[in-house]
Nanobody, 112 residues
Framework: QVQLVESGGGLVQPGGSLRLSCAAS????????MMWVRQAPGKGLEWVSG???????SYADVVRGRFTISRDNAKNTLYLQLNSLKTEDTAMYYC??????RGQGTQVTVSS
């Protein structure tokens, strides 16, 4: 069956970095655009970044220049490199297929 399994979240101090991974299975990963969305406590889902099947990337203004999305089609894995983290980046981060199917999420907490 289709699965998206995120990992790599954790507690980090402001200014720190994390690398999120998303292992995909059960569908032709290379053929799908993928994205990361997040949900902060008490707030709705927020689109963070996307990458299409050709590798073209896009970012929300609030993360551009700090986050980098990438994919390894040979490993069926999506990544999100988070640098210069801010407290407002605290959220559950979800790996999401282009049609909206998403994983269970990985928690990122930025706090001193």
């Amino acid at each position: 069956q289709v699965q998206l399994v995120e990992s790599g979240g954790g507690l980090v101090q402001p200014g720190g970095s994390l690398r999120l991974s998303c292992a995909a299975s059960g569908f032709p990963f290379a053929s799908y655009g993928m994205m990361w969305v997040r949900q902060a406590p008490g707030k709705g889902l927020e689109w963070v970044s996307g990458i299409n099947s050709l590798g073209t990337t896009s970012y929300a203004d609030v993360v551009r220049g700090r986050f980098t999305i990438s994919r390894d089609n040979a490993k069926n894995t999506l990544y999100l490199q988070l640098n210069s983290l801010k407290t407002e980046d605290t959220a559950m981060y979800y790996c999401t297929r282009g049609d909206g199917f998403r994983g269970q999420g990985t928690q990122v907490t930025v706090s001193s």
